[in-house]
């Protein structure tokens, strides 16, 4: 978040690394660094862009997956009530019988 820090936030790979978890992760500052660069460089948009819009779209997945997993789980769940349900009902109709 401190500006002065924003010229050597790129020479090297680990302050490279680390601007990036700091800004697209933990949402500091993004515009501190970010947009001046831009400013400068314009076609530097298409790195930051693509780096933020990775994480996002890895964030939502992740969420996505979750949902995704938790519901065939119930499905997974629901299914084996059913059969055991039907059994019951099968053993219970042979009995009347």
Known sequence: ??????PYAFNSVPNA???????????????AC?????EK?????????????SVALGIVNL???TIVD??????ESDQ?????QKRLDKVEFGNRL
């Open 1 to 6: 978040s401190d500006p002065a820090w924003c």
């Open 17 to 31: 690394t680390l601007y990036f978890f700091q800004t697209i992760v933990g949402g500091d500052s993004w515009g």
């Open 41 to 53: 460089r314009s076609w530097t948009f298409l790195v930051f862009a693509g780096a933020l819009v």
């Open 80 to 84: 084996r009530a059913l059969i055991k």
């Open 63 to 65: 969420i996505l997956a």
């Open 70 to 75: 938790k519901a065939a789980q119930g499905r």
């Open 34 to 38: 970010s947009i001046p660069i831009i």
